[in-house]
């Protein structure tokens, strides 16, 4: 009886640990990327493979620690058409708040570049060419559909769940 016991509370415990993990959120954050290291950023290596021909490209960033936005700035996240080459993207959409600090991060850092990370992971990391004051960011790049698909459902698990 004592090991039926011990079984049963080892897998209730093991459901337990599956269950509370499988509902954690996403971690969504913007952050700069730095030319050169300082005491105020880490490290990431972000690897990319070829669709085409395979090759993996990896890049050091030097990432500044401070989060300037997050996913309490964001509404949505939907997987997108571009109408010039037809290649899948992300739109996210900001709230008020995100569309407003947005703009202030994008018009404040012209010529840097913005990492977007997910989970720890660094996504991608476009230089900012101007700033983008309508609410509405694109990330593009060279994903198959479902790293496409999977990418706009982390950015939407990580929005807080809002009762309307």
Do not use: H, W
């Amino acid at each position: 009886m004592r090991k039926v016991l011990s079984a049963l509370t080892l897998c209730f415990v093991t459901f337990v640990v599956v269950a509370a993990d499988s509902t954690r959120s996403s971690v969504f954050q913007m952050r700069l990327v730095l030319d050169e290291p300082t005491a105020d950023s880490e490290q990431f290596i972000s690897q990319k493979t070829n669709r085409l021909n395979g090759n993996v490209y990896t890049e050091k960033l030097e990432v500044q620690k401070k989060v300037l936005m997050d996913q309490t700035s964001l509404k949505s996240a939907a997987v997108i058409t571009n109408k010039f080459d037809g290649s899948l993207q992300i739109e996210i959409k900001f709230t008020a708040r995100g569309q407003q600090g947005f703009a202030e991060v994008t018009g404040q850092n012209i010529g840097d570049r913005l990492a977007i990370i997910i989970d720890g992971q660094v996504i991608t990391a476009p230089r900012i060419n101007t700033e983008i004051s309508d609410g509405i960011a694109e990330i593009t790049g060279v994903f198959s559909k479902q790293e496409t698909i999977e990418l706009a459902n982390k950015i939407n698990e990580a929005i807080p769940k809002r009762i309307f």
